[in-house]
């Protein structure tokens, strides 16, 4: 079955520096790729997508690559503030079930 | 549009016990998910309805269950609750078809003791 694998699990960055979250898929048949930014105590939000027709998708300070051949897609942070602190979900989604299988999310410290 | 809603909000069950949650999808859309947090852990998911019909199941046991009404409001089910059922329950909303961009709800904080 369908499967993403993310990494890190945890990563720290120093304030203004970047930070990238990788994740890999399984099903080729995957079409629709989101990102979502749960803060402690709330609920996960939609911050970006891309879709399989797209390469890299960009939203002010973060931003979305996809490697089809490669069935990887990363998201990338520049400028980080203390407030992009948060666990970061990524996730594939089949075109043919609509099913969502989510990655195991990372951990996003930024010290000020 | 109002966004994804769920009741309640929290809730305290004895082992044994069964529970009933409840998620309003956005206006419109017709798919609603529901997904188990569990802390430490990512989003489990449970189970998938659109237009009344489950139409994608995760693995989790017989005792989990769901449906969905003709106003895409659905429900889920846990009878006989065990410790380990204790987590976030999160339901989330998409249109279904064409668009696929998933909304979360608040989610129901479930305690079993």
């Known amino acids: 079955g369908e499967n993403v694998e993310q990494h890190p699990s945890t990563l720290s960055v120093q304030e203004g520096d970047s930070a990238v979250i990788k994740c890999t898929y399984s099903?080729?048949?995957?079409?629709?790729f989101p990102w979502y930014k749960q803060e402690l105590g709330k609920r996960p939000q939609l911050i970006i997508d891309i879709r399989s027709n797209v390469g890299e998708k960009k939203d002010q300070r973060i931003a979305v690559t996809l490697n089809k051949t490669a069935k990887h897609f990363s998201l990338h942070i520049t400028e980080t503030q203390p407030e992009d602190s948060a666990v970061y979900f990524c996730?594939?989604?089949?075109?043919?079930?609509?099913?969502?299988?989510f990655g195991t999310g990372t951990r996003l410290k930024v010290l000020a | 549009k109002a966004g994804v809603t769920q009741t309640p909000r929290y809730l305290i069950k004895t082992r044994g016990q069964q529970v009933t949650l409840s998620c309003s999808p956005i206006?419109?859309?017709?798919?609603v998910s529901w997904y188990q947090q569990t802390p430490g852990q990512g989003l489990q998911f449970l189970f998938e309805?659109?237009?009344?019909?489950?139409?994608n199941k995760g693995n989790f046991p017989g005792r989990f269950s769901g449906r969905q009404f003709s106003n895409s409001r659905s429900e889920m089910n846990v009878s006989t609750l065990e410790l380990g059922d204790s987590a976030l329950y999160l339901c989330a909303s998409s249109p279904g078809q064409g668009g696929n961009e998933q909304y979360f709800g608040p989610g129901t904080r479930l305690t079993v003791t």
């Open positions: 996730a594939a989604i089949d075109s043919g079930t609509y099913k969502y299988i």
């Open positions: 206006s419109g859309h017709r798919s």
């Open positions: 309805y659109f237009s009344e019909t489950q139409r």
């Open positions: 099903d080729s048949a995957s079409n629709y």
